[in-house]
């Protein structure tokens, strides 16, 4: 059997690449200056204890050498996959389930139409400007399965139309997300007609 395709999101890959190296950096920093605290090389600091310091560079050590794992492990444990009963959303340890139910309409667009890096705060300005010319697949939603609030804070704002409930999806092979959304969506749809359930209709359009 055919495993379902999962499509990496690019938003997550653009976001995360420019703090890889500093965390690297930072991390090995901070695992010498703990190397060197345990084996007496670091001159004692007025007020810490040798052990004292050994800690809490221990700490730091850990504390950076864990952001450097999530920044680099975060853009692939963040994907997309068309399952046969429902849209599967995965962001790190986020699984965010989307029945095809709430799916109303899909689309293909370019992601500066949702994002205008003019329109965009400072802080998401450059990271706009890097994602502006990648085509996405929009999706409408009659509604979000969680509190947008949550979900908002959980991911990124990108990932997101607006003030409309719906998904903006950046992936390499749009066109592929955009037919296997489609084949899955029409798929359900005629199991929902067979089954004697009124399913909603949407319309799936891919330039």
Do not use: N
């Amino acid at each position: 059997m055919a495993t379902d395709k999962r499509y990496p999101l690019l938003l997550y890959r653009e976001w995360m690449h420019p703090f890889t190296l500093p965390a690297f950096c930072i991390a090995v920093v901070l695992i010498l200056l703990w190397t060197a605290a345990r084996t007496g090389w670091l001159p004692a600091a007025i007020g810490i204890s040798r052990s004292m310091q050994g800690l809490l560079l221990g700490i730091a050590a850990l504390v950076g050498l864990g952001l450097w794992l999530i920044v680099s492990l975060l853009p692939r444990a963040a994907f997309v996959q068309c399952l046969p009963d429902y849209l599967l959303l995965r962001v790190g340890f986020l699984q965010l389930i989307v029945s095809y139910s709430r799916v109303r309409t899909s689309r293909s667009v370019q992601h500066s139409q949702i994002h205008s890096p003019a329109s965009e705060p400072r802080l998401r300005r450059s990271l706009a400007k890097r994602m502006e010319l990648k085509q996405c697949v929009a999706i409408d939603l009659t509604s979000f399965p969680m509190a947008f609030f949550l979900l908002r804070t959980l991911t990124h704002p990108f990932l997101f139309l607006g003030k409309e409930p719906g998904f903006l999806f950046a992936v390499e092979d749009w066109m592929g997300l955009g037919r296997d959304l489609e084949e899955k969506h029409s798929a359900w749809l005629a199991r929902r007609k067979d089954a004697g359930k009124q399913p909603r209709l949407g319309a799936m359009t891919y330039d």
